[in-house]
């Protein structure tokens, strides 16, 4: 009988044990690899930031917005290429339940300021030909079935002039982001569009005035300090109405990862608690294994095989219920991740597995099973036969 049919034999005579303790492998390397790719998901956004990108917010808040007079002063500070406002619109298709990201912006300035975003040109042209034209990420459309020239009615829960109305929005182009800071699940539409939405909620006295933009994204020209014209900015509205909090797009794109507060450190102590978890359970696993398989490895001996054979067997064991097991996992967790980001489309829109991720969770997999067997199996290797074999007479 050859070593691996042997050790097939010898994993199956508790076959319980073994589905439990592959299962569980599995589960707690799918669930490392899941949470270490929410905080690397985070972490690449900020990191993919341009330079010579910042935003200009509320001091107060993102949520108290400011008066649209504001872009042609911004525009006027040194150092200032262009500067576009963005509005969260807060709309979703059909049912609440299809809720994806709206903003409205210029597009052609926005279109300018994000080269890492593609367009056809054709299809770019018709947007900023057509009022009510929009643009929407090539995922987003595929979700929903869109084609270029679709009517897409939009609910929204902020702009609503009537209840239950929606607004019409024209698909005119499509676009793929080849950095995860923009993702390709959001639709933009015209500023101006928004803005004729606006003055019939504020004929009927649903809309303050000079409350207009949420953020104005604004792009630093070439050779200019981005630091010093965000200073400019920040002095130049000192005196309000809306003080301003300008930053660079990195920092931008931070700020929603603090708003989860401690949820990436806390995601980590899960993933490291789940591994501290497994590795106890594999040593106490093969431990029992290895205290069943004392007499055998006495006759084993005793028929003249090597002290280490029985101790290697276990050992073997271990990598390939806990090794196989993990590696599982972690593949699982890779294959799973387009579903995760269609599921957290509205909070985590890139969400993505990376090779490192992945590598990482199949060597701690492989590592887990060799150290959680190795020190179970040593001490198999170094016992006595005659003293094995009387103790079990």
Same mark, same amino acid.
């Given at each position: 009988?050859?070593?691996?049919?042997?050790?097939?034999?010898?994993?199956?005579? @508790? $076959?319980?044990?073994?589905?439990?303790?592959?299962?569980?492998?599995?589960?707690? *390397?799918?669930?490392?690899?899941?949470?270490?790719?929410?905080?690397?998901?985070?972490?690449?956004?900020?990191?993919?930031?341009?330079?010579?990108?910042?935003?200009?917010?509320?001091?107060?808040?993102?949520?108290?917005?400011?008066?649209?007079?504001?872009?042609?002063?911004?525009?006027?500070?040194?150092?200032?290429?262009?500067?576009?406002?963005?509005?969260?619109?807060?709309?979703?298709?059909?049912?609440?339940?299809?809720?994806?990201?709206?903003?409205?912006?210029?597009? $052609?300035?926005?279109? %300018?300021?994000?080269?890492?975003?593609?367009?056809?040109?054709?299809?770019?042209?018709?947007?900023?030909? &057509?009022?009510?034209?929009?643009?929407?990420?090539?995922?987003?459309?595929?979700?929903?079935?869109?084609?270029?020239?679709?009517?897409?009615?939009?609910?929204?829960?902020?702009?609503?002039?009537?209840?239950?109305?929606?607004?019409?929005?024209?698909?005119?182009?499509?676009? @793929?982001?080849?950095?995860?800071?923009?993702?390709?699940?959001? !639709?933009?539409? @015209?500023? &101006?569009?928004?803005?004729?939405?606006?003055?019939?909620?504020?004929? #009927?006295?649903?809309?303050?005035?000079? #409350?207009?933009?949420?953020?104005? !994204?604004?792009?630093?020209?070439?050779?200019?300090? $981005?630091?010093?014209?965000?200073?400019?900015?920040?002095?130049?509205?000192?005196?309000?109405?809306?003080?301003?909090?300008?930053?660079?797009?990195?920092?931008?794109?931070?700020?929603?990862?603090?708003?989860?507060?401690?949820?990436?450190?806390?995601?980590?102590?899960?993933?490291?608690?789940? *591994?501290?978890?497994?590795?106890?359970?594999?040593?106490?696993?093969?431990?029992?294994?290895?205290?069943?398989?004392?007499?055998?490895?006495?006759?084993?001996?005793?028929?003249?095989?090597?002290?280490?054979?029985? %101790?290697?067997?276990?050992?073997?064991?271990?990598?390939?219920?806990?090794?196989?097991?993990?590696?599982?996992?972690?593949?699982?967790?890779?294959?799973?991740?387009?579903?995760?980001? &269609?599921?957290?489309?509205?909070?985590? $829109?890139?969400?993505?597995?990376?090779?490192?991720?992945?590598?990482?969770?199949?060597?701690?997999? *492989?590592?887990? %099973?060799?150290?959680?067997?190795?020190?179970?199996?040593?001490?198999?290797?170094?016992?006595?036969?005659?003293?094995?074999?009387?103790?079990?007479?």
């Amino acid at each position: 009988m050859s070593l691996l049919k042997l050790v097939h034999r010898n994993l199956w005579r @508790h $076959p319980v044990r073994t589905c439990l303790t592959f299962g569980f492998s599995a589960l707690a *390397l799918f669930l490392f690899v899941f949470l270490t790719s929410v905080v690397t998901t985070l972490d690449a956004a900020t990191k993919a930031a341009a330079t010579n990108r910042i935003a200009v917010q509320s001091a107060a808040s993102l949520y108290v917005y400011m008066p649209e007079s504001y872009r042609p002063k911004i525009e006027q500070v040194p150092g200032v290429e262009s500067t576009c406002p963005w509005v969260w619109f807060g709309g979703y298709y059909q049912d609440p339940s299809n809720f994806f990201a709206q903003f409205a912006v210029d597009l $052609p300035t926005h279109l %300018g300021q994000y080269p890492e975003v593609e367009v056809d040109a054709a299809q770019q042209k018709d947007l900023l030909a &057509d009022r009510q034209g929009c643009l929407v990420g090539d995922e987003l459309a595929e979700k929903f079935g869109w084609k270029v020239g679709d009517k897409i009615p939009i609910l929204s829960n902020i702009y609503t002039v009537e209840k239950g109305k929606a607004w019409e929005f024209t698909l005119r182009a499509t676009y @793929h982001s080849r950095k995860p800071n923009i993702d390709n699940k959001t !639709m933009f539409f @015209h500023w &101006d569009y928004l803005k004729e939405m606006r003055k019939a909620l504020r004929a #009927q006295g649903f809309e303050a005035g000079g #409350q207009d933009v949420g953020v104005w !994204m604004t792009k630093v020209k070439d050779g200019y300090d $981005p630091e010093a014209v965000i200073a400019a900015i920040d002095a130049l509205f000192e005196a309000g109405p809306q003080r301003t909090r300008t930053q660079t797009e990195a920092a931008f794109q931070a700020q929603f990862a603090s708003m989860l507060g401690n949820v990436p450190t806390f995601l980590g102590w899960i993933g490291g608690a789940v *591994l501290f978890a497994i590795f106890f359970s594999v040593m106490n696993t093969a431990g029992m294994a290895g205290r069943e398989r004392s007499r055998d490895a006495g006759i084993l001996k005793a028929l003249g095989f090597k002290d280490r054979l029985a %101790g290697g067997m276990l050992l073997l064991e271990s990598m390939a219920v806990v090794g196989v097991g993990g590696v599982t996992g972690a593949v699982l967790a890779w294959a799973a991740a387009p579903r995760f980001r &269609d599921q957290f489309a509205q909070f985590l $829109p890139n969400y993505f597995v990376g090779t490192p991720t992945l590598l990482l969770g199949i060597a701690i997999a *492989l590592f887990i %099973g060799l150290a959680g067997g190795i020190f179970p199996a040593a001490r198999l290797t170094r016992l006595r036969t005659v003293a094995v074999l009387r103790q079990e007479a």
